[in-house]
């Protein structure tokens, strides 16, 4: 890929680079982009009753420590998903935020196994989801697809029960993913299920490096086989395994707004977002769980610039690197690529 030089942006310009600047989205779990409002909408739609009072009293729950503290309440708002609409509702609320914030391609994470122990059919999630996916493409030109995450604090059989469920749609998603509590439960836990889903032709992805050691991103890399790292933050700790990251230029899909909620990095002006970046990773920001961490994909390219002082030169290198580590054909990505360069040629940095 071309790199480019870039002349200085005023501090106080580079907010409204970063918002216009086209970009895709590689670490978005839809259940975590359901706003409080649409969780009480939800839940009185479809009598479901909530430990919470009102929205404000359920906001009042996000004061995280850990992962596990903001799980245990995600798994808790996903409760109120039922229907094909349900689902539907909640993927295009996500959708219209993304396209607002020129997000021109995102790939978006969904935990069926959260929705089929409540008895909720897999056809009922993949078909809501999937439909405001082509309905995005059409209304809101934005390329949605969709990966499918196995949680991890699960068995491997219920993984591999899962894959058999899902298997019929086969055609509604790309790759697979692996998510929840991440200490404990090393990415080896998934390897028959994982190998299976790569002789399937299933793209593989793996949360990894969130609160866990380097030694989960390396089992991740060559257990699993996966061609993406989610998270990936820890990798810092070990020299040999950023050499490794570098050199396969294997992505990391990076969400400071959730490092910072989730206590991973005691503030933003402490993450090593820049550090991943000057040592060559293909490190992207994302937003995670956007309903509960404070941001979308703009508040986290935004806030995280202004509180590491990284330039125009990383703005246009993350940008880049998002559109190279995604899963998309090489056409779209040269496409992406010419809306990225067309952008920075009119904002006149180029
Ligand atoms: N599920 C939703 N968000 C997650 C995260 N940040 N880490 C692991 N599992 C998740
Ligand atoms: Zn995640």
Redesign the pocket.
Known sequence: MTTHTFPDVPADQMPALLRGMPKAELHI?I??SLEPELIFALAQRNGVSLPYASVEDLRRAYAFTN?QT??DI?YAGASVLLKEQDFYDMAWAYLERAAADHVVRTEM?F?PQTHTERGVAMQTVIDGLHRACVDAKARLGIDAELIL?FL?HLSEEDAFATLEQALPFRDKFIGVGL????VGHPPEKFARVFARCRELGLHLVA?AG?EGPPAYVWSALDVLKVERI??GVQSTKDPALMKRLAQDRIPLTV?PL?NLK?CVFPDLAQHNLRDLLDAGLVATVNS??PAYFGGYMNENFVQTFAATGLTVQHAWQLAANSFEGSFADAAAKRRYMDQLGDYFSRVGVR
């Not at 998510?179 to 991440?182: A, G, I, P, R």
């Open positions: 779990h259940e975590g992962l903001f799980l995600y994470f935990d995450c991890r998510d929840s509590s991440e949360h969130e989610d998270h969400c959730s989730l995670d769980d």
